[in-house]
């Protein structure tokens, strides 16, 4: 099987014969390990995907988006930092690589950024209220693709946060070669003990090798390329008429 979609193939050749690019698509992940079955990098596959399918659904409404490479550097949990390759970047450093691809796209003339992040760990939030002071005719909008289309009605598990059976139907979907179900484990999971903390009274980060066994939180082996399929559809159709919106329209 072949995956439906690879890296950002642009040209310039191609990209010099384009009279504007309207926004860029930053694709943000992490480098972890998702359960048994999953590619530690599968937090940037799914984001680069959907996002190349944003840029060829907007293409076709005369908006041009320039789909970035994927960022793999993304916050992790204390316990799954103990796991062999698993990168931890500090805010400090995502911050960084977020401002210099900024500086970037703003000197070429480029003034409006979407992150489609796949990593629940990343948040942008205050490095994007610090860029927008500092560069005020710079837009950057940063997006959870996982969390906007209910999963009811496509998905069967109740718990579902970490290589379960969603992660896994969209990894099945766009890159099935990459999935190991043969080796999948169960994703059960540990919740905190303490009750204000299981209600979102108060967070602490999860300490996460005694939260799973196998790294992952929720039963992938419901998951299918079907289930995946019907619901990226429906991420990616939300997704063009935002860009389209973002790109042509006034904030207010």
Same mark, same amino acid.
């Given at each position: 099987?072949?995956?439906?979609?690879?890296?950002?193939?642009?040209?310039?050749?191609?990209?010099?014969?384009?009279?504007?690019?309207?926004?860029?698509?930053?694709?943000?992940?992490?480098?972890?390990?998702?359960?048994?079955?999953?590619?530690?990098?599968?937090?940037?596959?799914?984001?680069?995907?959907?996002?190349?399918?944003?840029?060829?659904?907007?293409?076709?409404?005369?908006?041009?988006?320039?789909?970035?490479?994927?960022?793999?550097?993304?916050?992790?949990?204390?316990?799954?930092?103990?796991?062999?390759?698993?990168?931890?970047?500090?805010?400090?450093?995502?911050?960084? @690589?977020?401002?210099? @691809?900024?500086?970037?796209?703003?000197?070429?003339?480029?003034?409006?950024?979407?992150?489609?992040?796949?990593?629940?760990?990343?948040?942008?939030?205050?490095?994007?209220?610090?860029? /927008?002071?500092?560069?005020?005719?710079?837009?950057?909008?940063?997006?959870?693709?996982?969390?906007?289309?209910?999963?009811?009605?496509?998905?069967?598990?109740?718990?579902?946060?970490?290589?379960?059976?969603?992660?896994?139907?969209?990894?099945?979907?766009?890159?099935?070669?990459?999935?190991?179900?043969?080796?999948?484990?169960?994703?059960?999971?540990?919740?905190?003990?303490?009750?204000?903390?299981?209600?979102?009274?108060?967070? @602490?980060?999860?300490?996460?090798?005694?939260?799973?066994?196998?790294?992952?939180?929720?039963?992938?082996?419901? /998951?299918?390329?079907?289930?995946?399929?019907?619901?990226?559809?429906?991420?990616?159709?939300?997704?063009?008429?935002?860009?389209?919106?973002?790109?042509?329209?006034?904030?207010?």
């Amino acid at each position: 099987m072949e995956s439906k979609f690879n890296v950002p193939s642009a040209k310039w050749g191609e990209v010099k014969q384009k009279e504007q690019y309207h926004l860029a698509i930053l694709p943000w992940g992490a480098t972890e390990p998702h359960n048994y079955h999953l590619p530690y990098c599968t937090d940037v596959y799914t984001s680069q995907a959907i996002g190349l399918e944003v840029a060829a659904g907007a293409a076709e409404k005369g908006v041009n988006i320039m789909v970035l490479p994927g960022v793999p550097f993304g916050s992790q949990n204390p316990g799954q930092t103990d796991k062999p390759f698993c990168l931890h970047t500090s805010q400090a450093t995502q911050a960084a @690589i977020l401002r210099d @691809i900024v500086r970037s796209l703003r000197h070429q003339g480029i003034n409006k950024l979407l992150i489609i992040n796949g990593h629940g760990g990343n948040s942008f939030k205050g490095m994007i209220r610090d860029m /927008a002071n500092d560069y005020p005719d710079f837009l950057i909008c940063a997006s959870d693709w996982f969390t906007f289309v209910p999963y009811a009605g496509i998905f069967e598990e109740k718990i579902d946060d970490h290589a379960g059976e969603l992660e896994t139907s969209v990894m099945l979907h766009y890159y099935p070669e990459l999935v190991r179900m043969d080796l999948a484990g169960d994703g059960a999971s540990k919740p905190f003990a303490i009750q204000g903390l299981r209600e979102k009274v108060g967070w @602490i980060p999860r300490n996460w090798s005694r939260v799973s066994e196998d790294t992952g939180i929720g039963n992938p082996h419901k /998951a299918s390329a079907e289930k995946g399929r019907l619901y990226v559809e429906k991420v990616v159709e939300k997704y063009i008429d935002f860009v389209v919106d973002l790109a042509t329209k006034d904030l207010y």
